[in-house]
């Protein structure tokens, strides 16, 4: 059996949504510590949904597939939603990573939520950060 899913060669290949957004209202970046790779995810958002989405990864191709896949999962939800994607809700749309990878695919879930919590700093929302993973557990570390 292939180690990665046609989804997931897909999504590698073809990422949707790359790249930056230049007037985004959030912006989250976080990082895996262990192997170093980087994930950076910007948000437009209105109306307390997600209007745009995209995002820039410097990592390997299962984080290069989870942030695409993610941004397509998100578009266009709102943000209690999108609040909620686990990363794995985005293994099970990628079809399956191999166990080695699948923490490739939390660093998805924590750069949407940061980008979110961005959002909320920045115009004063209050919310609950419980909902939010903290800055010192890290299987991704959070860079800001
Ligand atoms: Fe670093 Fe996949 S090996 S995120």
Redesign the pocket.
Known sequence: MALYTDTVMDHFMNPRNVGELQDADGVGEVG?A????I?KMYLKIKDDRIEDVRFE?F?????IA?SSMATEMIKGKTLEEALALTNKEVVDALGGLPAH?L??S??AEEAVKSAIQDYYEKNNIPYDRSKFPSETSCE?CRMV
């Open positions: 895996n262990k192997c170093g790779d994930m990864t990592g390997c191709g299962s984080a989870s990878n923490h490739c939390v660093l991704s």
